[in-house]
């Protein structure tokens, strides 16, 4: 049974970190394709209001999005991110923070098409209510790793896989969706996002990537917390799934930036940005 809510953890520093790479990956798309197919595997319900139980218990936005509200600086991607969040919210005070669903819709047009996966039975119908507007979403209630069978080769595609790790071989399945993009193909952009828990799982799931052999991957690591024995999160990555050079120097760009404005003061591991 899945328990995952999103909405304990919505707006913290991997949401940041997300959603500012596939706002910058769609864009970046669209310089040469007109029309869009966005794959969103792992959905959540799509909205998460700061004022809800969820958010409130941890407010584990605190140690992202707020950090960045008052942002001053130069940085694009991160400029442009919050921009979309406050269009979202029609307000420059954020008071919901919205899911990687209703990013993409906000920033989809006409020509564009997305295809939204959630499992979870209540996590679907909140996800359904809140994009009841979006009329360029589908929503399925399926297994978004299947995904893989339905990709139309012809169509332009980015895919966000967003797995919550609730499931141990949540790393296998991504490891074996990865093997299959590799292998199938050509025309498709994907950001895997994952959790950095320690060091030696970390590593092994990065050299079992790396085993893949593709020259497409890149490593996006923004560590915020010292990498210690301890039970918990210290970070998270981006595997991201396309050759652009492009959208490869703008991440390395940001994630200097929020490296700096997210990690906590113990923090003793430096970002990285590394074809594997
Ligand atoms: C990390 S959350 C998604 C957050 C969302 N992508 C965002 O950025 O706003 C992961 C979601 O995946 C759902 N889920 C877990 N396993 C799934 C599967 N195999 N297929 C589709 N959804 C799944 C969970 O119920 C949870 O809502």
């Known amino acids: 049974m899945l328990s995952y809510k999103h909405g304990y953890h919505a707006g913290n520093e991997a949401d940041v970190l997300k959603h500012i790479c596939l706002i910058q990956a769609y864009i970046s798309l669209k310089r040469h394709h007109k029309s869009i197919t966005y794959v969103d595997t792992h959905s959540g319900s799509g909205i998460y209001k700061f004022a809800s ?20 600086f130069e940085n694009q991607s991160i400029n442009y991110y919050l921009k979309v969040l406050r269009n979202i919210n029609k307000c420059k005070k954020l008071l919901f923070y919205p899911g990687s669903p209703l990013i993409m819709s906000h920033l ?12 979870h039975n209540n996590e679907f119908k909140l996800l359904r209510k809140n994009l009841s507007k979006n009329l360029n979403a589908k929503i399925f209630n399926k297994d978004g790793f299947e ?4 990709v ?12 919550s790790y609730e499931i141990k071989d949540d790393f296998d399945k991504v490891l074996n969706t990865l093997r299959t993009l590799n292998a199938k193909f050509e025309n498709l952009t994907a ?6 828990l ?6 092994l799931f990065i050299e079992n990537i790396r085993k ?10 923004l560590p915020v917390k010292k990498y210690d ?27 200097k930036e929020l490296y700096h404005l997210l990690k906590d003061e113990y923090c003793n591991i430096k970002p990285k940005i590394q074809k594997i």
Do not use: H
Not at 55 to 66: A, D, L, P
Not at 234 to 254: A, N, Q, T, V
């Open 53 to 72: 139980d969820y958010m409130s218990k941890n407010k584990e936005y605190n140690r992202g999005i707020t950090k960045l509200e008052n942002y001053k």
């Open 108 to 119: 989809a047009d006409n020509l564009d098409q997305i295809l939204c996966y959630e499992l």
């Open 147 to 150: 995904f893989v069978n339905k």
């Open 152 to 163: 139309n080769e012809k169509k332009k595609t980015l895919v966000l896989i967003d797995p």
């Open 191 to 196: 950001i895997i996002w994952y959790p950095v």
């Open 198 to 203: 320690n060091i030696e799982n970390n590593d």
């Open 212 to 221: 893949i052999g593709s020259n497409r991957i890149t490593r996006i690591e």
């Open 229 to 255: 024995e301890e039970v918990g999160m210290k970070g998270s990555g981006i595997i991201l799934f396309d050759g652009s050079p492009y959208l490869i120097k703008l991440m390395k760009e940001c994630v």
